[in-house]
């Protein structure tokens, strides 16, 4: 846990969970980490800033982790591994605000409730909605097809080392740039 807070930027340790798993079913240590950060001065983190036209960005495959986790507590295997996401997000974050700067109107993370719900939170109440291109969502083949077989919409499985970045339009290639250079 040291090496990896210390590779985040010296992230102190402030507490600690346990997790109680039935035997069989993911023996092991897990280990839960929460981080807390500033939001640089010209960032919103308001919803409220979101402007029709904006350009919805995530940083990879969407899913991963949800099934991992899922496969796992139900022993099912699949030809092909299906591994967590789980990954520190912020260099990308710092890469992506540097690019972006103001333009970034809020980022969240899809981990409870998937892509969908996540974006379902930032305009509830808003009086707008968010049209997705599905087509356009990555999501790895193994993973699709674990979630036909479980009846699972991958849009609302969990994810980990994902952001969501809801983007001005002129600056999403902008941002979008920075996250494949990252």
């Known amino acids: 846990m040291r090496t990896a807070a210390d590779e985040a930027g010296r992230v102190p340790i402030a507490t600690g969970d346990t997790k ?9 240590v897990y280990i839960t980490t929460t981080g807390i950060g ?3 001065p010209g960032i919103s983190s308001d919803p409220q800033d979101i402007r029709p036209g904006d350009r919805v960005l995530i940083n990879g495959t969407i899913a991963d982790h949800g099934i991992a986790i899922m496969s796992v507590r139900e022993g099912l295997e699949f030809d092909t591994a299906v591994v967590s ?6 260099d990308l974050v710092a890469t992506m605000t540097e690019a972006g700067g103001a333009g970034i109107r809020v980022m969240r993370d899809p981990t409870r409730g998937g892509v969908a719900s996540a ?9 707008s909605g968010i049209r997705l291109e599905e087509q356009a969502i990555p999501v790895r083949p193994e993973v699709q097809a674990a979630c036909e077989i479980l009846g699972f919409d991958p849009l609302y499985v969990a994810n ?5 970045a809801i983007v001005a ?3 999403a290639d902008d941002v979008l740039e920075a996250m494949r250079g990252h």
Not at 85 to 90: N, Y
Not at 119 to 127: I, K, M, S
Not at 160 to 164: A, D, F, H, N, R
Request: charged content about 25%.
């Open 38 to 40: 500033i939001i640089p």
């Open 160 to 164: 980990e080392g994902k952001v969501i």
């Open 119 to 127: 974006l379902n939170e930032l305009v509830a109440g808003g009086g």
């Open 169 to 171: 339009p002129e600056a």
């Open 20 to 28: 109680v798993v039935d035997h069989g079913k993911g023996d092991g």
């Open 85 to 90: 996401d789980s990954a520190p997000l912020h």
